[in-house]
């Protein structure tokens, strides 16, 4: 169990009028640190990878996806983007589609 | 980039917390500077003009401003975002602390009288209300574990990376500052008892260690986590100081005993009445001709209202409750309240001591006190402002 509190007592501030946006900018800035430690994770494995003979950062930049690849990435992506916009969506197809 | 911590209690954060706080302590950087440029360019065309036609005349006050500023989105944006980022500087430093947190307990122990610095805690000590009922700029954990280094642990954890680079790699550049200014600018003035009133966890005790040798350094805090983190802190730095668990408002040092009586960003966190108090204390503590001097923020009285409003941000949304009431005071007269003379009062600004060549500071100590927006405010032209008097 937890000793030390991650919060600080007392309620936080509202600083927009719109219910919900003050959560919103805390979620997108949890997002951009989680965002950021992935980053970095990458960038230092490359370098980890570099100085035990693999020149991965190099590799990387001049890789080419094999077209089954391709699709597997594009499949991907189109995943991604579904998810991002799953609310948008909702208001222009049937909920349960 | 978060400072790293160079003694023994320092934590080891796993390479993904380390990647956080250095996210942290970049999105603060550009809240502070860049963010912060932008919103008063965005009060100075847009926000002012409209205001002043709406009452027909400039701002007058910082209220003016800050009511103004309230509906302005940008605004929004840089308070919504300035306070995630303050709730993520602690954030990112507790789990990493809970989890070293009985090895740091042991570290703290072997290290602790290495320099020959004391410890004396006073359980039976009140904590003030100030202390107890609000978890001051948003640090969570004060009181989880008084009986560990944790607290002090947060502070210190937190401070290297809320510092964004602004207090020096050994986030002791506010008492560095204040030390070598005195010690520059009065060169005949030899302290040899030498009180820190507020010192948490010692960043700010250990430079007049540092700039008087000889002296004997003293600290006091309520709390008693942060005094056994500045015990141990101090013996891992090999630097020796006392550290007592005392109210700055009620001090048990008898009458003339100490030459000077610092404090560093601690007036704000008081009521008016209690740094009456405290003044008055150092008055007594004080010998005939010590210096009684605080860093803190600049008088709201010497600032336009916009800079006013921009400081006093921390009093509104960063859980400083008594941050302006503290800076809509007259500095000197707070001062008389505690005994000292209109005549011995003094007052300056300095640039940091440890970003720069001790002789250009040296020639610094010398410019007189210019006081603006950029005065005790975290950017890249910081000056510290300090304010205090010497006791006839």
Known sequence: ?????????????????????????????????????????????????????????????AYVPTPEEQQTLAAMRATMTAQLFRTLARDHRPVNT | ????????????????????????????????????????????????????????????????????????????????????AQEMVWRSVVPGIEAALPEMQARAVAVQDRAGGTLTLDPALDLP???TEIDVHLMPGVHAAPDTPAAGAIYDNGLAVFSAGFMGRELNDIGMSMANYIAKKFPDFRPADILDAGCTVGHNTL?????????????IDVASSVLRYAHARAGSLGIAAHFHQMDATSL????????VVFSSMFLHE?????????????????????LLVNMELPPNQALEPYDQFYLDWDCYYNAEPYYRAFRDQDYPLLTRAGGFAAEDYLQFTVPQYTYMEDSAFAEAVHRPATIDGETGRLSASLQWFGFGAWKR
Not at chain 2, 275 to 290: M, Q, S, T, Y
Request: no cysteine; proline share 5%.
């Open chain 2, 252 to 259: 048990a040092f008898p009458d003339a005993s100490f030459d």
């Open chain 1, 1 to 61: 169990m937890s000793v030390l509190p991650l919060d600080a007592a007392g309620k936080r501030p509202a600083f927009f009028d719109e219910p919900g946006m003050d959560q919103l900018v805390s979620m997108m800035l949890e997002l951009a640190a989680e965002l950021w430690v992935v980053k970095e994770r990458v960038f230092v494995l490359e370098s980890v990878l570099g100085q035990q003979g693999m020149a991965a950062r190099d590799a990387v930049e």
């Open chain 2, 207 to 219: 430079a007049w260690a540092q700039t008087y040798p000889g002296a004997r350094v003293t600290g």
């Open chain 2, 129 to 131: 209300e100030n202390v």
């Open chain 2, 270 to 290: 008081m009521s008016v009445k209690d740094i009456k108090r405290f003044f008055a204390e150092a008055h007594r503590v004080l010998r005939p001709g010590g």
């Open chain 2, 1 to 84: 980039m978060p400072m790293e911590l160079l003694h023994d209690l320092k934590v080891s954060h796993p390479q993904d917390t380390r990647a956080r706080q250095d996210f942290v302590s970049a999105l603060r950087g550009y809240v502070l500077n860049d963010m912060a440029a932008g919103m008063k360019q965005r009060y100075q065309q847009a926000v002012a003009p409209a205001l002043a036609q709406r009452l027909g005349r400039p701002a007058a006050t910082q209220d003016d401003v800050h009511d103004a500023m309230k509906g302005d989105l940008f605004f929004k944006f840089y308070s919504s975002v300035r306070y995630n």
